[in-house]
């Protein structure tokens, strides 16, 4: 059985504090960006669907949180993202991309690298997919194990999935604009020995509206069960 992980009680609570405290936090992600906003470089993220509307770009960001917990790491929790995007592929008539994401903590780690494609159906509506692989792992050095034969970490401390995701864009108005995007669509398995522990399913929801120069967003982010 595994114990008490070294800083158990402040990790895990300042990590449910920075995943609760974004207001367009992916599951276990501190990527912040709205499912409707084309000019947003991290859209592509989350909602693939803007990718035939976008124009090409290389986006690489990066963000730290310190939290003044962790002994001697100042910058023990981060993530980062690197997409490459190319919206008008001719022959294939297909928006392609790829992108990269990296959730690192002292004791767990999350990666991601998805292929996107996108295809426009008219001038005005968007539809876009990305799947690729998904890997957690974790730090076994910061667990104190109570059996040292614990079955958990007995196959490994990594895990690896296919994941999937969705996207739609939709201008109905010239100046109204709607997306939504389903993150972990497959919900995919990420237990270490083989048990029901799925990622949570994301959706999310944005509106954009802009009048007299002055662009309003709405929007929501509804988190499914693991």
């Not at 960006?33 to 000019?39: F, G, H, K, L």
């Not at 693939?48 to 003044?68: E, K, N």
């Not at 194990?145 to 864009?169: K, M």
């Amino acid at each position: 059985m595994i114990g008490y992980m070294k800083y158990c009680q402040k990790i895990l609570v300042a990590f449910g504090v920075i995943c609760s405290s974004a207001s367009s936090v992916a599951a276990q992600s501190f990527v912040n960006a709205s499912a409707v906003d084309m000019y947003d470089t991290q859209i592509q993220l989350i909602n693939p669907g803007v990718l035939r509307f976008q124009d090409g770009q290389l986006s690489v960001g990066s963000r730290v949180v310190h939290y003044g917990f962790l002994e001697n790491n100042a910058v023990g929790l981060n993530n980062s993202y690197v997409s490459v995007t190319l919206p008008n592929v001719t022959k294939l008539k297909l928006g392609l991309g790829l992108f990269g994401t990296n959730l690192s903590t002292p004791f767990y780690n999350e990666n991601k690298a998805n292929i996107l494609l996108g295809i426009k159906f008219s001038e005005n509506f968007g539809f876009g997919t990305q799947f690729g692989v998904l890997a957690n792992s974790f730090n076994r050095d910061e667990f104190i194990l109570v059996d040292e034969g614990d079955p958990v970490f007995q196959g490994g401390t990594s895990t690896f999935a296919f994941n999937v995701g969705v996207g739609a864009y939709w201008q109905a108005r010239p100046h109204l604009q709607f997306g939504l995007a389903i993150e972990n669509l497959n919900r995919p398995n990420i237990s270490l020995v083989g048990d029901n522990v799925y990622q949570s399913r994301v959706m999310h929801f944005s509106a954009s509206y802009l009048y007299s120069g002055l662009e309003l967003d709405a929007g929501f982010i509804l988190e499914g069960k693991r």
